[in-house]
């Protein structure tokens, strides 16, 4: 009781009530507010964006991704600070190293942007962003409140938690994506108040839309136990078209930051791309709600499951690179349902006798590449089978999930969210171990100089330089291990990061390693209480 107490669990459960509603109108106002961006010129706020986009002139269609193009790039270009919007991978970063803080004002202005070109058709989906919102108003709310930094990156999962609830209508989804994906474990500590903010989001949900899940679904049934060897290779041919879909963006994301236009331009030339595809299959306009039901319906044929595979996973690599608003789970889910789809046909043609129903085999394939995709293999399993309600097949969901996101993980090594930090030298899927080196700075355990000493061969400012590389109070305590495990220097003198002759302090190896096992320790005592 003592401990409880002393974490101040009870004000954690209640700011988790608060985060949790909180969150859970914001990913309501966030799916209306991309419907209102949607009405301008589709003139419906349904989500038959497909539709609605055929009967437009192909102007129309071409002009509108450009148009939202053209004022998410002035907006990022002149008053984003990272010149780009925020998602899942943002949320992740600020619970490993930021202690749950994200910038308030950069957030919301990120879902702005995020809604401007989801409503404006850029190919994206909008759970991501959603996520990153939640996460947004979580940080908001803690930095009010004296709370411990594992406390604050719990009521971070909290708002994510809430948020993926709220956007799919599926609490048990919520609660294990925020462990699975943010907190990247599952203590105890962190259960209560994920699942009060995930049954707080999907409360909110369902009072305002209804108890319907994001996609309406026939009851499907497996014909035959034989179609297992089916489903594993479906698998594999999921984790194929997750690979190649990740590598697309990763490629075109290269080529983008070569070859970029000023950046104001960039998000009106990638509409400009998207637009000009979207005039003969409208389908890869926007979030794809539509087109992802109607293969879970089985209403498309071979040729246009395969055609709007290939155009989307383009659509959303072009969207991606062009800075658009937008993440990456809606169109997992989009190219999984067109794969699976694909496959069934395929395999009905092989043995009609024992193949079950096409839209059977997108939903699992739906599952299947998003799982991969994401490296979220429990938590879209969940989402799926909350929109099925079988366990039978939850079971067939498991198998090809778990071939698919194996063999992605061979290949490509990271999920898309890991990517995005690797390139920001954030090498998070490597363990806690990593989230310590990155988040201790060198300023909270040096000896700083009562008054600076000026040396008169300061140290250098590139750290791949062979003798005493510069090392600044805003370092993290991994860069300073590596320095000097590297140049044998003992103590290490810390420099003044404007004035490099200056040096204000020491750090000594043995008080460092002491910081850095002292928050490994804690790290393990909080992922396993």
């Known amino acids: 009781m003592g401990v409880f107490l002393a ?5 954690v459960w209640a700011l988790s009530l608060a985060v949790g509603i909180l969150a859970g109108y914001a990913t309501l106002g966030f799916r209306l507010a991309i419907e209102g961006v949607e009405f301008f010129w589709l003139e ?3 989500e038959k964006t497909a539709t609605a986009a055929r009967a437009l002139p192909w102007w129309v269609i071409l002009s509108a991704p450009a148009t939202a193009g053209l004022i998410v790039g002035i907006c990022l270009d002149r008053w984003s600070s990272h010149k780009r919007t925020y998602g899942v991978a943002d949320t992740i970063e600020a619970s490993a190293v930021r202690d749950g803080h994200i910038p308030f004002r950069q957030g919301l202005l990120s879902a702005l942007l ?12 909008r759970e991501g962003p959603a996520v990153h919102l939640g996460a947004t108003l979580a940080s908001g709310i803690t930095r009010h409140f004296a709370l411990k930094p594992e406390a604050r990156r719990i009521l971070l999962s909290v708002g994510v938690a809430a948020a993926v609830s709220a956007s799919f209508n599926a609490p048990l989804a919520g609660v294990l994506f925020a462990h699975e994906i943010v907190l990247t474990h599952y203590a105890l500590r962190a259960f209560v108040p994920t699942t009060i903010g995930a049954v707080a989001g999907t409360v909110i949900t369902r009072i305002h839309l209804g108890d319907t899940p994001a996609f309406t679904l026939p009851s499907y049934e497996i014909t035959s136990y034989l179609e297992f060897p089916a489903f594993a290779l479906l698998g594999i041919v999921c984790a194929l078209i997750a690979i190649s879909f990740l590598t697309s963006i990763f490629t075109f994301e290269k080529i983008a930051n070569k070859w970029a236009p000023p950046l104001w331009a960039r998000p009106m030339l990638g509409g ?11 389908e890869i306009l926007g979030v794809g709600y539509e087109a992802t039901d109607n293969a879970l319906q089985g209403n498309y044929g071979l040729g246009m499951l395969i055609a709007l595979l290939l155009l989307k996973g383009l659509a959303t690599s072009i969207t991606l690179a062009a800075r658009f608003g937008g993440g ?17 046909l395929i395999a009905a043609s092989f043995q009609p006798e024992l193949a079950s129903d096409q839209g059977l085999y997108a939903i699992i394939g739906m599952g299947a590449v998003s799982g991969a995709v994401l490296g979220a293999p429990i938590s879209t399993t969940l989402i799926v089978f909350e929109l099925i309600g079988s366990y039978e097949v939850t079971i067939a969901i498991l198998l090809a999930v778990s071939i698919a996101t194996a063999l992605t993980q061979a290949v490509i090594g990271k999920s898309f969210f890991h990517w995005q930090l690797q390139t920001r030298d954030l090498h998070l899927h490597e363990g806690p171990h990593r989230r310590i080196l990155l988040s201790l700075l060198v300023r909270d355990m040096m000896v700083w100089h009562t008054h600076p000493i000026v040396e008169d061969t300061p140290p250098v400012a590139d750290e791949k330089a062979p003798h005493n590389p510069a090392l600044h109070p805003n370092d993290n305590v991994g860069k300073a291990l590596a320095l000097m495990d590297r140049t044998d220097i003992d103590p290490y003198p810390i420099s003044h990061p404007e004035r490099p002759q200056e040096i204000i302090g020491e750090l000594s190896h043995k008080e460092a390693l002491k910081r850095f096992n002292h928050a490994l320790t804690l790290a393990t005592k909080e992922e396993h209480s």
């Open 7 to 11: 974490d101040r669990r009870i004000l």
């Open 44 to 46: 419906t706020m349904a």
């Open 114 to 125: 995020t809604v401007i070109s989801l409503g404006g058709g850029a190919s994206a989906g």
């Open 272 to 282: 400009l791309a998207v637009g000009a595809m979207a005039i003969s299959f409208p």
């Open 328 to 344: 990456i789970f809606t169109p997992s889910l989009y190219l999984g349902a067109m794969t699976g789809g694909a496959f069934g």
